[in-house]
């Protein structure tokens, strides 16, 4: 196995010094911060994680005005690490401390403190496999037979792996995995004369759930868009909130060029943690050349599906949905791209739908990228609380627009052997024309 050298460039300590300057210590982000609020520890809420990195490099600077505490990166690493990235502290904030920039560059700065081979492996999995959907594919081949033979449910009736709780907890996250219909590159559906969107296909979206594209190009032509697929790869977002850059720098500039290629007025995702990175690759790509001008451009056409259908009313639905619906809204949906009532204005236009409310439903599920995968046990007090919520609404299906979001409740939901149903809110808008 080779590895590819990390090269992601060191963030100025100027800039980001004078983000952290703009925190006023108010105390209005502690109520919404999930770290925060199953801890109950100041160093494992937003404020205290700015206070930290502030001292730190104030302390790296002989500028501290506590010169006495000489803060070490290893001690406040692993409180930066212990961050969602959900950025509802960026919507609490009053003072505009742009949070998700700070934590950014700050994970840029830590990423020598981190176990150099997990780091590696981390580097192997992003610019190795999270591109090559072959790759992808075999391993969803695995884990379908893996269910498909009985195996899981034998698994988890025995409980064999209550002897190996982090095999366990990871187990528990693989949702069930359907048959794939695959797509091809340069297919296309509805009529070309319509307004042109480039569908954003992702990578474990397309893996686990394909039926969800389909669900998407099924509503856009029945709204009168053209849909194409063209030549695409990995939007990079886990190793850009790892702080790699210089993988996410790779395939961004692989999808500025090949998605803008096919010439649509839209480039749509339907995954809120793709489309959140897609927005972001005019930071990303800003000093690159050619790039900054096209990636602000692709950007600019990026939009969430649920928010591209809020932009006209929804055509007329052909089969009503006796439903209620609960909607847990994605913290990169939410927060992140600032999409907040257009998934349920949209569904609100389904006959026979009833949306029920959701106490906190911008709070972070602790699904978060591999958040669940690198800090379990937090990971799951978040999602117990997440849970509680949806299960007193009592409805009959939980929507939300997020593939982590959706394999996380999955598997709250499934450890409490609730039946309800979880669907991303474009199949409902799909099921709706069905004739
Ligand atoms: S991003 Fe989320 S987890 Fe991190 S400090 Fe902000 S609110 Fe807390
Ligand atoms: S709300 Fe903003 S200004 Fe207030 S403590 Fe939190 S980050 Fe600082």
Redesign the pocket.
């Known amino acids: 196995m080779t590895f590819s050298e990390p090269s992601t460039p060191l963030p100025s300590t100027n800039s980001l010094l004078n983000s952290l300057k703009s925190c006023i210590h108010c105390g209005f982000?502690l109520p919404?911060?999930?770290?925060?609020k199953v801890t109950g520890s100041e160093v494992e809420?937003?404020r205290g994680?700015l206070y930290l990195l502030k001292h730190m490099l104030q302390d790296a600077k002989n500028e501290s005005d506590e010169p006495n505490e000489h803060l070490q990166p290893k001690q406040i690493e692993p409180h930066l690490s212990q961050?969602?990235?959900?950025?509802?502290?960026e919507t609490a904030c009053p003072s505009g401390v742009p949070?998700g920039d700070i934590?950014h560059q700050s994970q840029k700065m830590f990423l020598t403190q981190k176990n150099p081979f997990i780091r590696h492996l981390k580097r192997f999995f992003f610019q190795t496999v999270l591109p090559n959907s072959n790759l992808l594919q075999f391993g969803a081949f695995w884990l379908r037979l893996y269910q498909k033979a009985g195996l899981q449910r034998l698994v988890r009736f025995s409980n064999v792996l209550s002897l190996l709780p982090l095999i366990q907890h990871y187990e528990a996250l693989i949702p069930p995995i359907p048959q794939h219909k695959p797509f091809n590159i340069g297919m296309s559906f509805g009529n070309p004369e319509h307004e042109r969107v480039a569908l954003f296909t992702g990578c474990i979206m397309d893996v686990m759930y394909n039926s969800v594209h389909w669900a998407t190009i099924k509503a856009l032509v029945n709204n009168g868009y053209y849909v194409t697929l063209p030549e695409q790869t990995c939007c990079g977002a886990l190793a850009y909130h790892g702080g790699e850059d210089d993988i996410a720098k790779k395939l961004a500039r692989k999808n500025v060029l090949s998605i803008l290629r096919s010439q649509p007025d839209w480039v749509i995702t339907n995954s809120a943690g793709c489309g959140s990175t897609l927005k972001d690759y005019t930071k990303l790509l800003a000093n690159d050349g050619i790039y900054a001008e096209k990636s602000r451009l692709f950007s600019e056409k990026t939009v969430d599906i649920m928010a591209l259908l809020a932009k006209k009313p929804l055509k007329p639905c052909r089969l009503p949905i006796p439903q209620t619906v609960a909607y847990h809204a994605a913290c990169h949906l939410h927060h992140a791209q600032g999409i907040i009532n257009e998934p349920e204005n949209v569904l609100h236009q389904i006959e026979g739908l009833t949306l029920l409310p959701l106490k906190d439903a911008a709070f972070?599920c602790g699904s978060a990228g591999i958040y669940n995968l690198e800090h379990p046990e937090l990971s799951n007090d978040i999602l117990a609380e997440k849970i509680r919520h949806i299960e007193a609404t009592q409805a009959q299906t939980l929507v939300t627009g997020n593939p982590g979001c959706l394999l996380q409740i999955t598997k709250g939901l499934q450890e409490n052997a609730n039946p309800m149903r979880i669907a991303h809110p474009i199949e409902l808008v799909a099921e709706s024309y069905s004739k």
């Open positions: 982000c919404v911060c999930p770290t925060y809420s937003p994680r961050c969602l990235g959900c950025l509802a502290c949070y934590l972070c």
